[in-house]
Every structure is written in C-alpha cells, then in structure tokens.
C-alpha cells in the first residue's frame, strides 16, 4: 500500500467502485497525464487488489499477454504473461494505452470481457476461470492517438467507459501542494500558465500539458529552480521542437508566472 495522493475529479471513483462490484472490465479515456493512472493506484488500494500494468505496444502479442512455453535448464516448461498473473491472482490488469497493441492480441481479452470472465490459453490446454476480485482496466488517449489506430466498436463496447479529463484549476493546485509540497501561491501560478497553455492548444496544436508535467514542474521548484526555469524544461520544452512555438509558449509562460501578489 502507499499514501500517494489521489484527487476525483467528478464520479470516477464511484463509478469505478460499481463496476468493480458488478465485475464489469472498465475502458479509462482522456488527454495524456489527467491521472488515469493514478485513479488505478488509488483504486488498488481502495479495493485492497494488487495492480498488474502492462504498457501497450506495437510489437505486443497475444503470447506476451497470457505465456508461452520456455526452455529452462533443459527442460520446456510454461511461464505465465502479466494477464495470466493478473486472472489467476484475482488482481487488476491495466492495459496502459490500449489503442497501441495490435488487433489479434486484444482477441484474447474478449472471453474475459463478457459473461464468459474466462482465459483460454490454447498453447497450454488450460483453461483459467477469473475469480470475483479480478477486474480487466484499459486506457488510451482518444483525441491523439494516430488516425491510423482505432479501437474497434464492438472492442469499445465490451468496457464501462469512464472519461476523464484535467482537473479543474482549484483541485489541480490542490495536487500540486500536496504532491511537491510548494506554496498555494506558486501552485496557482503554474496551473495559470498549463490552463493557457491549453487554452492555446487550438492555435499551436499539440497535447496540451499535462497534471503530471505540473507536478514535475513543482518538484523542480521545491529543491531550488526558478518557476520560469522549471517551467522550461517540465512543461514547456516537452511539448514542441518548433522555435516559433516554442518562443510563444515561452511569453505566455513568462506572463501567467509574473508575481503579482
């Protein structure tokens, strides 16, 4: 268990709460760094489950998911995927970022996303019924993600959807204080700067900055930088290599971090 802090933004928890209690598989959307991951945590230690991440990719197959047969000191013995471990366990699976893994792979979720709550592993002639406490959670950024990566529907309606978003500017500086232990004041400032910043996302389009990159940001400032500095290189630097964008998102970084107070 930790104490890492955790803040709902609307009925996330809640909802997560009752989909756990009905054993449905849950589908987080929302932008890059709005605290998808943490809600994961925190409902790990709110259910008292242990949380079994596996990061999406391209190359990511449907062996890498459930195990595969392995040759260990002569012998060929079977060793358990992540998802394996997570169903037998009775954990929580989180697919971070989902829309990333291929097509096929994701084929071995469906007999655990309905009524079925079953593991065929095919290579092992086994077959895993998942105990109540497993509950299967995804992730992804629906608004940029390439065009060319699509969840498919009937995937999508397998899943409670709960969507997420950045928390609002006094709840966000809540974070801030508690997480980098900064002053309200320089807390504020920085959420000022990052809801610019996105506020400007339609002009400049690119990911908006994240609670995470703020947090980052703070953390910086805690041990000696400058806002301006910590700015810099936790938020704005991530988010273009252009010079032109960068020049801009520098001058309205340097008006919202003005102290005026």
């Known amino acids: 268990m930790n104490d890492r802090f955790y803040k709902a933004n609307k009925n996330e928890v809640e909802l997560f709460k009752q989909a756990a209690e009905q054993r449905l ?10 605290g998808k991951t943490r809600l994961i945590e925190h409902m790990g230690e709110v259910l008292g489950r242990h949380v079994i991440t596996i990061s999406c ?11 595969r047969f392995m040759v260990t000191g002569g012998d060929v013995i079977w060793s358990d995927g992540p998802l394996t471990r997570a169903v037998k366990e009775g954990a929580i699976c989180y697919m971070d970022e989902v829309v990333e893994a291929r097509h096929d792979s994701l084929a071995v979720l469906h ?10 592993l095919d290579r092992a002639d086994d ?6 406490t497993f509950m299967l959670v995804c992730s992804y950024n629906p608004a940029y993600r390439s065009s060319l990566k699509e969840l498919k529907p009937s995937f999508r309606q397998r899943f409670v959807t709960v969507a997420m978003n950045f928390l609002q500017p006094e ?21 000022k700067c990052a809801t610019a910043i996105r506020d400007a996302d339609d002009v400049f389009h690119f990911e908006p900055p994240s609670t995470r990159a703020l947090v980052t940001a703070a953390k910086m400032i805690a041990v000696g930088a400058s806002e301006l500095e910590a700015a810099e290189v936790a938020i704005l630097a991530p ?14 970084a340097a008006a919202c971090l003005a102290h005026t107070e």
Do not use: F, W
């Not at 077959?127 to 109540?132: K, L, R």
């Open 57 to 67: 990719h391209d190359d990511l197959t449907s062996a890498d998911l459930v195990g």
């Open 25 to 34: 598989p849950v589908m987080l959307t929302g932008p890059t760094g709005c």
């Open 127 to 132: 077959v895993i019924q998942a105990p109540d």
């Open 239 to 252: 988010l273009s290599n252009d010079g032109a964008v960068t020049d801009g998102l520098s001058e309205i």
């Open 171 to 191: 709840q966000e500086i809540e974070v801030l204080v508690s997480e980098a232990n900064i002053s309200e004041s320089i807390a504020k400032r920085l959420v």
């Open 111 to 120: 007999s655990l996303t309905d009524h079925r709550r079953t593991l065929y």
